[in-house]
């Protein structure tokens, strides 16, 4: 820590606000959340940009707004529309968190997202970032937001090496946030150390020349900003092979499964698959007879009609995609169902599934 404020001492913070603050507001992006300072779409549009780039989330934040535009529209909004509006964004747990915790403000807070750093810090998803965002950007309140972004931005303005992939480290960018932020505009200066990471300060090649801030860079006087931020590689992602299956009865409908209320995709909808542990497993008898043994199904593999693979942060799935039919079932719990093609568009299902239904109707057509 001593590195750090040290190397604070050799910036002149006011210098540094008023170049960051004054780029920002001419060179800003036009970005929907932007265009008030409404803590709920704020709060929408930072759940929404964890893991995913601006120009993905742009129209689902415009249709998830116009579907649910206030937060007792999104209290009291069934789960199964929450995560259409959802569909393909992925990390769906921070949309089951999101609804839980609107849910929570309605109730405890009569509708009004909290503006006291305990309180929002309280709320289920809500983690430091998020809580600063909404804290500096809707209520004005100086409290930092440090995101990826912050600590690459920083890392280099500041020197500073300690691996930014260890939660460790973010108290030090937290601290030097709270030295750094503006008083008079917490929420201009938030956004725009986030706009400069995103747009000219980026993981690679970062456009130095470019900075407002480059006066005030320590990485950079030094010639050293592409070796930072130090981030350790993440783990070896596991591979894990699947079979799935697009079955039809004979009216001529899609059976369709609901995922488990937890876990992985939880209470997505998704075709009824089998995980294939043994190479040999390929052979389509015995992935029959799994399907039978793991779900209780008797079906009929009619033939394959693709392969994809899905890469989540942790895990690969690829999965072995087959038409087939299946036997008149007399009765299927509430987590199956028989729907249509058209009837399929009210359901929420992870992107990956979403690709298995379009090999499906590509195969139809040729």
Known sequence: MII??????????????????????????????????????IWVSEI????????????????????????????EADEDKVLKAWEGLGYYSRVRNLQSAVKEVNENYNGKVPSKPEEIAGLKGVGPYTA????????????PAVDGNVMRVLSRVLSIWEDIAKASSRKIFEKAVREL?????????????????????????PSCLLCPVRDHCQAFEEGVQN?????????????VQLAAAFLLDRNGKVLIHKRPSTGLLA??????????????????????EQFHHSLNLNIKLERIIGQLEHVFSH???NIQVYSGT?????????EWKFVSLEEMKDYAFPVSYQKMLNLYLEHQKN
């Open 267 to 288: 209470n997505l909808w998704e075709f009824p698959n089998v995980e294939i542990h043994h190479p040999l497993q390929n052979d389509r008898e015995q992935i029959t």
């Open 48 to 75: 929404m940009l964890q893991q995913t780039r601006v120009d993905t989330v742009i129209p689902y934040f415009n249709r998830f707004i116009e579907w649910f535009p206030t937060i007792e529209d999104l209290a």
């Open 132 to 143: 600063g965002a909404i804290l500096s950007i809707a209520y004005g309140i100086p409290e």
């Open 315 to 317: 895990l690969v799935w």
């Open 227 to 239: 070796e930072l931020p130090i981030k350790t590689k993440k783990t070896k992602t596991r591979n």
């Open 181 to 205: 932020i503006s008083h008079e505009d917490p929420s201009s200066f938030n956004q725009a150390l986030m706009e400069l990471g995103a747009l000219i300060c980026t993981p690679t090649s």
């Open 326 to 334: 299946i036997e008149p079932v007399t009765s299927v719990g509430d």
């Open 4 to 41: 750090e404020l040290n190397n604070l001492e050799k910036i002149n913070i006011n210098a540094f606000q008023n170049d960051l603050i004054s780029w920002f507001k001419q060179e800003q992006r036009d970005l929907p959340w932007r265009q008030d300072r409404d803590p709920y779409k």
